[in-house]
């Protein structure tokens, strides 16, 4: 069983920056494709962006590309979600997500493990 836990969510100004982490206990962490989702108020949840592997292959939405960075270091069994440049529509609740799928895999269905979410708000 895995188990993914966020942290690094806050209150930050528009063009700020901001730092997640989704720690991840299992042994299998790094056999797995990690990625972010997020939700805001009564919109469905969206993908964000997500990491194979290996680490060497990413994938973003149109909406974050340029300003995140996925990145993870299996040595801490943790993977990172970089935002900068944050703007007040990149206010949500973030999901750590993992399963054994592509980073090109944007259907948070298909995921197999989640994180409780960590809230980011982004205050103009």
């Known amino acids: 069983q895995v188990q993914l836990v966020e942290s690094g969510g806050g209150l930050v100004q528009a063009g700020g920056s901001l730092r997640l982490s989704c720690a991840a206990s299992?042994?299998?962490?790094?056999?797995?494709?990690m990625g972010w989702f997020r939700q805001a108020p009564g919109k469905e949840r969206e993908f964000v962006a997500a990491?194979?592997?290996?680490?060497?292959?990413?994938y973003y939405a149109d909406s974050v590309k340029g300003r995140f960075t996925i990145s993870r270091v299996h040595a801490k069994n943790t993977n990172y979600l970089q935002m900068n440049s944050l703007k007040v529509e990149d206010t949500a609740v973030y999901y750590c997500?993992?399963?054994?799928?592509?980073?090109?895999?944007?259907?948070?269905?298909?995921?197999?493990?989640w994180g409780q979410g960590t809230q980011v708000t982004v205050s103009s």
């Open positions: 997500a993992g399963g054994f799928v592509s980073p090109t895999t944007t259907t948070a269905l298909l995921y197999d493990f």
């Open positions: 299992g042994h299998t962490f790094s056999s797995y494709a």
């Open positions: 990491i194979n592997w290996s680490g060497d292959s990413t």
